[in-house]
C-alpha cells in the first residue's frame, strides 16, 4: 500500500460520486445510499489524515463508492470509467485489494 497516494484516492472517489449522475428516483434511498456513504468517506479520510491509507481502509472506501453506484443506479460502463480513473490517478489496484470489477 505504500505507492498509493491517499489525497489523489480520496478526491478521486469524492469527485466521483458528486460527477456521477443520479438515475434513481427515491430521496430516502439517496440519502442512505450515497449521502450517508459519502459522509462515512469523508469520516475514512480525516481518519487517516497524512499516514499511509491500509488496504481495509481502500476497500471500505471502494465498497462505500459501490454502494453510491448502485443508489445512483450508475450503468455498468460508467462506474468501469470512474474506477480505472481512480486507479489511475491514485496507484490503487482494484486487484491487489481483491475488489472486482462492478
Known sequence: MTDI???AFFSAVLKTIAST???GTDPGEHAKGVVEPAT???AVE???GERRLTSDEAEEVLELLGTTFR???TPDEEREYYLRYIEQVSGISRASLGVSAP
Do not use: G, L, P, S
Request: charged share 55%.
Open 5 to 7: 497516494d491517499a489525497a
Open 40 to 42: 462515512r468517506i469523508r
Open 46 to 48: 480525516e481518519e487517516v
Open 71 to 73: 443508489a445512483k443506479r
Open 21 to 23: 449522475r443520479n438515475h
